[in-house]
């Protein structure tokens, strides 16, 4: 199981990579998502899941699972969310002023 979730990890990790690398706005967005995506899952692998059992001290749970991981996934979620909402609308932006969507500064294309 760690094996299948660290190749998922390094493979999201990987296309957000690439994605990010093509100088384009949209493949850039979708690029941080896969990153924040990667980054949402090695948070929440390495809070050492234990199924079936409750994230609150409880006097009936013999155990109980570490709630730390979880909330810092879901705060994760929601910064990205919002980050990825800001991109969207800068690129919105960017692409309604320079009529191209290329990330690179070069600025000699502006015909």
């Known amino acids: 199981m760690e094996l299948l979730i660290a190749a998922a990890i390094g493979l999201l ?3 957000g990579l690439y994605l990010i690398l093509r100088q384009r706005t949209f493949p850039l967005i ?30 009936t749970a013999t155990a109980y699972t ?6 810092l996934v879901l705060t994760a979620i929601v910064i990205s969310f919002g980050m990825t909402a800001v991109i969207v609308l800068m690129s919105l932006g960017a692409w309604l ?4 969507d290329r990330t690179d500064m070069d600025g000699g294309d502006d015909k």
């Open 30 to 59: 979708v690029g941080l998502s896969l990153l924040s995506y990667a980054v949402n899952l090695f948070l929440f692998a390495s809070g050492r899941l234990a199924p079936d059992l409750p994230p609150i001290i409880s006097k």
């Open 13 to 15: 990790t990987a296309c």
């Open 97 to 100: 002023t320079a009529g191209h």
């Open 66 to 71: 570490d709630p730390l991981p979880q909330a």
